[in-house]
C-alpha cells in the first residue's frame, strides 16, 4: 500500500480558515469511516486531533473539523491562531494484514 | 491519567537486535488494541504494528518477517522485538494506544539507531 497523499505544505493568515486534503483509494479512505488526524508541534509527541472521520476527543478545540468525499479526506482549521502552525499527519484503516497507512504530513504555516 | 513509557532504544549496528518495551498505566491495558508507530528523523508517521488485546498482530510489510509485537497483559507491557535491522528502521519509536484504529494516547518514544 502507498501512503495517502497530502500536500507537502499549506499556509493562512491567522484567522482565516485552511482545508488540508488527504487521498487514499477505494480499498482505505473509501472504504471505512476510520480516518483521524493528528498534530505535531517540532518536537512534540502526535496529538490526536479527529477520528472517525470528523469527531473530536474531548479539549480539542472546534475550529478543527474534518469531512471525506469518496476517496478524499479533509481537515478544515477554522479561525487560524498562531499555535495552530504544526505539521499534519492523516491516517486511515485499509483493513486485511497492513491495516493502517499514514498519509505524508502536510507542514502549516500561519503567516 | 494514562501514561505510555517507551524504553530500550539505543545504536545498534546493521542486522542486530533491539527490543523495545512500553509499559502501560492508567487504563485497563488489557482491554486495548495497542501499536507501535515510528518517525525516521525529519519524517513523517509509519505504522509499525499492532496487536489485539487477544494477541491478535499486524504488521507493515517493511517489518514483516523481521519484527514480532507481543504482550503481557499482567504486567501491563507491550514488546516490539526488532530482528535483522537494516539502516532504514533508524526512528524514533511510539507506543500508542489503538482502540478502533486511533492513536488516542502516545509515549514520549525511544530511539532507535541502526549504524555501523
Redesign the interface.
Known amino acids: 500500500?502507498s501512503?495517502l497523499t497530502q500536500p507537502a505544505s499549506v499556509s493562512g493568515s491567522p484567522g482565516q480558515s485552511i482545508t488540508i486534503s488527504c487521498t487514499g483509494t477505494g480499498d482505505d479512505v473509501g472504504s471505512y469511516d476510520?480516518v483521524?488526524w493528528?498534530q505535531?508541534h517540532p518536537g512534540r509527541?502526535?496529538?490526536?486531533m479527529i477520528?472517525?472521520g470528523n469527531k473530536r476527543?474531548s479539549g480539542v478545540s472546534n475550529r478543527f473539523s474534518g469531512s471525506k468525499s469518496g476517496n478524499t479526506a479533509s481537515l478544515t482549521i477554522s479561525g487560524l491562531q498562531t499555535e495552530d502552525e504544526a505539521?499534519y499527519?492523516c491516517?486511515s484503516?485499509a483493513g486485511g494484514?497492513?491495516?493502517?497507512?499514514?498519509?505524508?504530513?502536510t507542514k502549516l504555516t500561519v503567516l | 491519567e494514562v501514561q505510555l513509557l517507551e524504553s530500550g532504544g539505543g545504536l545498534v549496528q546493521p542486522g542486530g537486535s533491539l527490543r523495545l518495551s512500553c509499559a502501560a498505566s492508567g487504563f485497563t491495558f488489557r482491554a486495548h488494541d495497542m501499536s507501535w508507530v515510528r518517525q525516521a528523523p525529519g519524517k513523517g508517521l509509519e505504522w509499525v504494528s499492532g496487536i489485539s488485546p487477544s494477541g491478535s498482530t499486524y504488521y507493515a510489510d517493511s517489518v514483516r518477517g523481521r519484527f514480532t509485537i507481543s504482550r503481557d497483559n499482567s504486567k501491563n507491557t507491550v514488546f516490539l522485538q526488532m530482528n535483522s535491522l537494516k539502516v532504514e528502521d533508524t526512528a524514533v519509536y511510539f507506543c500508542a494506544r489503538t482502540p478502533n484504529w486511533k492513536f488516542d494516547y502516545w509515549g514520549q518514544g525511544t530511539l532507535g539507531t541502526v549504524s555501523s
Request: glycine residues 12%; negative net charge.
Open positions: 500500500q501512503a476510520l483521524s493528528y505535531q509527541v502526535p496529538k490526536l477520528y472517525e476527543p505539521d499527519f491516517c484503516y494484514s497492513t491495516p493502517v497507512i499514514f498519509g505524508g504530513g
